[in-house]
């Protein structure tokens, strides 16, 4: 089994000095718990709702600080035809709950945690979901 198998969520890219609240409506928008924050450039990080969960915690103001200063930055990237268990192994590897997911040099999309059981056993997952 490969990630390329691995039916993953919409893919939300949101510029670098976007505001968390605009990341935060972003996520709740398309129903994932992450998203690519990218410049011009190309990708320069991830922001998961923890992430977001961190800056509330630490009491910043959602419309000033942006979505760089509370992302993950260089994240870790898999090959869409790499085995499922090298996904699972960087996850692991890295204390990860994502993994952006390459193909031919672009990102197509990113792999959750909770994405790989879904697959492997659905009744698993339908059980983790209760």
């Known amino acids: ?34 998203l690519v924050a990218e410049d011009a450039r190309g990708v320069k990080g991830i922001l998961s709702e923890r992430d977001i969960a961190r800056a509330v915690a630490d009491d910043a103001d959602l419309d000033f600080v942006q ?17 499922i268990e090298d996904a699972i192994r960087l996850m692991h590897e890295h204390g990860l709950r994502y993994v952006i ?18 697959m492997l056993a659905p009744d698993v997952a339908r059980i983790i979901q209760v």
């Open 101 to 118: 997911v390459i193909q031919e040099g672009r990102v197509e999309r990113v792999v959750s945690a909770r994405d790989i059981p879904r």
């Open 1 to 34: 089994m490969r990630v390329k198998d691995v039916s993953a969520h919409t893919l939300v890219r949101m510029e670098l000095g976007g505001s968390l609240r605009e990341a935060a409506t972003e996520l709740m928008r398309n129903e994932v718990g992450v």
């Open 67 to 83: 979505v760089r200063d509370y992302m993950t930055s260089s994240p870790v990237e898999v090959a869409d035809d790499a085995p």
